[in-house]
Each structure stands twice: as C-alpha cells, then as structure tokens.
C-alpha cells in the first residue's frame, strides 16, 4: 500500500518521458543535403574535361541550435540513420503542432526551445 510512496511525481514524469521518447525514437532536428565535391587533384577523375565525375555524394545535416545555424558532416554509413532521426524530429513537431504542416516560416526559435528540451530528457534518460 505504501509502495508507491517511493515514486517521486519526478521520477514518474522521467518514466513518462522514457517512455514517450521510446515510441518516437531517436530524434535529431535538421534537414539533409547532398553534396558533390571537386578534389584537389590535378588529374583526378573529377577534373576530367570531358566526363567529371564529382567525389560524393557527401551528406550534410543542416539544424538550428540555440538560435544558430549548424552543419554537420554525415558520414555514409550513418546516413539511414540520421534519415530516420530527422524524420522522427519531423514527426515529433508535428504531433505537437510545432510551427504546423505547411509551416516553415523561419521559426527558428521555436524549433532550439524543443530541441532544448528533447536534449534534457535524453540527458535524464541516459543518466538513469
Ligand atoms: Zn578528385
């Protein structure tokens, strides 16, 4: 009868959050971009006059963090995935209706402040 007792409201709150995160996934904010990059080389493949062929494709991940701007470098291996953070990330603000569908009016604001708050959980979590 007494055994709940333990369970502080802010340990049941992480165990809710856990839990919440777990359904989601992994979440990351950002959009991907694909790039094709020349080398330094002179005579490398990617300079050949007739048929180029660029190094690539590399994949950046561009996201918004405390107000600015981030790329970062995504690794082929890891690119399926950032794919299915960034998508969860998508998910996410929609359920919550984050900006809204069809948003994308440069609330970059809003987007840090989730972030913000996803990154404390996870910190909670992993502490755990
Ligand atoms: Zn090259």
Known sequence: MISD??????E???EHLKQQLAELGPIHPGSLSEQYNVC?????RCKD????QKHGPYYHLSFTWRGKGRTRFVRSERLAEVRQKVANY????TDRRMGGP??????AGTGAKTVGR????LTICRRK
């Open 5 to 10: 007792m333990k369970t502080t409201p802010i």
């Open 12 to 14: 049941r709150k992480i």
């Open 40 to 44: 330094g080389k002179p005579d490398c």
């Open 49 to 52: 006059p007739k048929d180029p």
């Open 90 to 93: 998508k998910r996410f603000r």
């Open 102 to 107: 069809g948003g994308g009016t440069g609330t």
């Open 118 to 121: 996803w990154k404390s959980i």
